[in-house]
């Protein structure tokens, strides 16, 4: 992301015609005038960064047209120039708004100083509108000594300081964001942009312009230019947060920037070049959305250089217990309980739970219980919310400690899994309340255990 279009208004002929050719020596769009309702008539056609603004014009003062820019939403950025500069007036300019002053005559070189100063300081201010680093008081460690985090940590340290694209898979609620955040924080790149894109919370439609943004005028509603995602992470890291959820039209477009590094906005002829290093997330597996059309095959190969899998909490042992104590002080503290633990019966639930929900569903149980429960006094299962696996026949539950004692937990939620949906009658969004799960891992359960019939 750089400056790109650039507005002039100066009265003097000689100095606004060697200012437009300096910046469009430089490969910059320029428009330039000599009056205020000039300015206004350019202003108002098109989207512009930067606006070198004399103070004093033959149909009026600079400053009112830099106070009509600044009421903008999505204004460009302001550099007054005058014949009469003073301290006063240079302190007043600031105050509206402008982001610098420079005082006639001025150097070539001084002029290409304050370009880039704006160029940095305007990505700096548009990258943080979608910056996505947490500002609560969240540990920065993935938690966990269980073999299957330490074997996580490991890989992660690995490629943390390398560049390489990552595709960190695992089901929903495993922290996979986590990974990726590690990853980041432990990168070269820690102090660039990080930008996330939660690709299955944008529509089909609008997902193009997210990522690569679009020119004003390119569809109904684009009233400003605006950049995307991959111009706002340029020298920095994106997330493409569940990565399987892009159509089928936009993954061309994709692998090509990932592959040339290059992309044009949409409504735009204009080829932007980007340096980002490519994290992504999937709950689902790829190869077979590869093998049924969903996915290409090619992308999926340049996405998956270096594989993260994310271990599921039933496969982490120990980890619950230590989990769910690093919850617990966690939310006591941003809750102000004081003198709170899990009762010993409190514990043994926790660790003979099956966790569906993963990570998430134990963070927000033991939140719960934080909320529900008093000062100096042991959180109790029921406080939890969890009791032990039970499986809906018709009206009558039956405790699964009634289960043989050599089924597997797999044919256990398979079983749970396919009676709730038989006692819903198909109906999925009932059953995923039920069950305590989203729709979409639901879904993803019925294919794994291949109950669609």
């Given amino acids: 992301m750089a400056i790109e279009k650039i507005v002039v208004v100066d009265d003097e002929m000689m100095i606004r015609k060697a200012l437009e050719t300096q910046l469009r020596n430089k490969r910059y769009s320029v428009a330039s005038t000599g009056d205020l309702k000039g300015a206004r008539k350019i202003l108002a056609r098109d989207s512009f960064d930067l606006v070198f603004l004399d103070l004093r014009l033959p149909d009026g003062d600079g400053t009112d047209l830099l106070e009509e820019i600044m009421a903008k939403t999505d204004c460009p950025m302001v550099v007054m120039m005058t014949g009469y500069g003073s301290v006063e007036s240079a302190v007043s300019c600031m105050q509206m708004g402008a982001f610098d002053y420079v005082v006639k005559p001025f150097s070539f070189d001084q002029i290409e100083v304050v370009v880039e100063k704006v160029a940095s300081f305007d990505k700096m201010r548009r990258v943080t509108k979608y910056y996505v680093e947490e500002s609560d008081t969240r540990s920065s460690d993935i938690v966990g000594e269980s073999d299957p985090i330490k074997k996580l940590k490991n890989l992660v340290d690995k490629v943390a300081k390398t560049e390489a694209t990552v595709l960190i898979t695992g089901e929903n609620g495993t922290g996979k964001e986590l990974v990726a955040r590690e990853l980041y924080r432990n990168s070269m790149l820690a102090k660039q942009p990080y930008i996330r894109v939660n690709c299955a919370a944008i529509s089909e439609t609008l997902m193009e312009s997210e990522f690569f943004g679009h020119e004003k005028g390119s569809f109904t509603g684009a009233t400003e230019r605006r950049e995307g995602r991959f111009e706002l992470a340029d020298g920095g890291t994106i997330l493409l947060d569940e990565i399987s959820e892009i159509a089928p039209s936009l993954q061309a477009k994709l692998l090509r920037v990932l592959q040339e590094k290059e992309f044009e906005r949409v409504g735009g002829n204009k080829t932007i070049g980007v340096k980002v290093r490519v994290l992504a997330t999937t709950n689902r597996n790829l190869l077979e959305e590869v093998e049924k059309g969903n996915f290409r095959e090619d992308l999926y190969y340049r996405l998956?250089?270096?594989?993260?899998?994310?271990?599921?909490?039933?496969?982490?042992?120990?980890?619950?217990?230590?989990?769910?104590?690093?919850?617990?002080?966690?939310?006591?503290?941003?809750?102000?309980?004081?003198?709170?633990?899990?009762?010993?019966?409190?514990?043994?639930?926790?660790?003979?739970?099956?966790?569906?929900?993963?990570?998430?569903?134990?963070?927000?149980?033991?939140?719960?219980?934080?909320?529900?429960?008093?000062?100096?006094?042991?959180?109790?299962?029921?406080?939890?919310?969890?009791?032990?696996?039970?499986?809906?026949?018709?009206?009558?539950?039956?405790?699964?400690?009634?289960?043989?004692?050599?089924?597997?937990?797999?044919?256990?939620?398979?079983?749970?899994?396919?009676k709730v949906l038989e006692f819903c009658k198909g109906n999925r969004t009932h059953a995923a309340k039920k069950l305590g799960l989203n729709v979409r891992t639901l879904r993803n359960k019925i294919k794994e255990y291949e109950l669609d019939d």
């Avoid at 120990?318 to 006591?332: E, Q």
């Avoid at 966790?355 to 939140?367: D, K, M, T």
């Fill in 304 to 418: 998956n250089v270096f594989p993260i899998a994310v271990p599921a909490l039933k496969e982490r042992g120990d980890d619950i217990l230590l989990l769910a104590n690093t919850f617990l002080s966690r939310h006591a503290r941003r809750y102000g309980v004081e003198k709170i633990s899990f009762s010993k019966n409190c514990e043994k639930s926790i660790t003979a739970h099956h966790w569906p929900g993963n990570v998430r569903e134990l963070e927000n149980a033991v939140e719960r219980a934080v909320i529900l429960a008093d000062s100096g006094k042991k959180i109790e299962g029921d406080l939890l919310g969890i009791t032990p696996i039970r499986i809906l026949q018709k009206s009558v539950l039956i405790d699964s400690t009634e289960c043989p004692d050599e089924e597997s937990m797999v044919e256990v939620e398979r079983r749970h899994i396919k």
